[in-house]
């Protein structure tokens, strides 16, 4: 953990305190409390699905690589959350884990680490249409709100971000190079870089799974807004489909800039308590649904990782046995 990521988390989380002081302390308890634990369990019960779809549209990727499946994607993306949600402060981050993960079942570090780089453009990419989906919506809810304002600016900046890596195809090759071989040089690889070349060689030749990792990933953005409606609903503050869809998509997309600040403290909960209040929802009920979302996280995240250490254990003890 370096010194500016600890003071980025610290200012996000003087940010959280100063919302919920600023929303009251008791109204958050108390719109935290209508949602009880089974309300919460639920909650996390359906995120699930959407874990193991991400899971899927990271196979697509990388579903050609030796001893590859899609259950073993699906769980290396529950570790990768995991990891990212639970662990903040964590020197190797979710995105190690979540190679760490795959290389346990069989798959080499390098390889998981290169299909990886790729479903993160992938991801990031369907981010944008879901962000403009929001906006449009937001526009059918609340016409007079100054955001909408901001969808030509939008749309444009959409455009420019999709044509820069297709402009730069050869530099953002480099790029994802880079990056998968900082991940994954923890551990030793026989892949060489005549390998890793044609492993891009086949990804960027073959569009169809570039193109189904893409639609995955943007039916997962969609279910986030029917999980943010699921939430609203079991918190007796029910709002309509279309303002679902605005609050989660306009909030994940400013939650996107938060990403040097760890867990993005305090970043998530601004982004709620600024976009509900575009539709009339009181800054308690905004941070609420914000910590909800934590909750949630914290639920799914905290046994996968100790699935995941009982995993590593029992592989270390293999390998001692086999070495003595």
């Known amino acids: 953990m370096t010194f500016g990521r600890v003071i980025a988390f610290l200012l996000g989380a003087a940010i959280l305190i100063a919302l919920t002081v600023y929303a009251g302390a008791g109204a958050v308890v108390h719109a935290l409390s209508t949602l009880r634990f089974a309300g919460l369990a639920a909650i996390a019960a359906l ?14 990727i990388g579903h ?8 073993k994607f699906a769980w290396a993306r529950l570790v990768r ?14 995105f190690v884990l979540g190679v ?5 079942g069989g798959v080499r570090a390098l390889r998981g680490a290169l299909s990886m780089s790729v479903d993160l453009v992938m991801e990031l990419w369907a981010k944008l249409p879901y962000f403009l989906a929001g906006l449009i919506a937001l526009f059918a809810v609340a016409p007079n709100s100054h955001l909408v304002r901001a969808l030509p600016i939008a749309l444009c900046l959409t455009a420019l971000v999709v044509a820069i890596p297709v ?41 169809q799974r570039l193109l189904s990792a893409f639609a995955i990933h943007l039916v997962c953005w969609f279910i986030g807004a029917a999980e943010t409606w699921v939430i609203f609903a079991l918190m007796g503050m029910p709002v309509s489909p279309a303002e679902a869809l605005a609050i989660d998509s306009l ?10 600040v760890p867990a993005a403290a305090g970043v998530q909960e601004a982004s709620y308590v600024l976009i509900c209040a575009l539709f009339g929802l009181p800054a308690a009920t905004a941070v609420a649904v914000s910590l909800i979302r934590r909750a949630r996280d914290i639920l799914i995240g905290a046994p996968t990782l100790a699935a995941w250490q009982y995993l590593e254990t029992q592989a270390a003890g293999a390998a001692t046995t086999i070495d003595n």
């Open 167 to 207: 402009i730069f195809r050869a530099r953002l090759r480099q790029a994802l190079e880079v990056s998968a071989l900082a991940i994954a040089r923890r551990w030793p690889s026989l892949d060489s870089r005549e390998e890793v070349n044609a492993f891009f060689d086949r990804i960027f030749a073959e569009r």
């Open 47 to 60: 995120h699930l699905p959407v874990v193991a779809l991400l899971g899927w549209a990271w196979w697509q």
């Open 251 to 260: 909030v994940m997309g400013l939650r996107t800039f938060g990403f040097l």
């Open 64 to 71: 050609d690589l030796p001893g590859a499946t899609r259950r």
């Open 100 to 104: 760490r993960a795959l290389h346990l």
């Open 81 to 94: 959350d995991a990891a990212a949600e639970v662990l903040p402060f964590s020197q190797i981050g979710g």
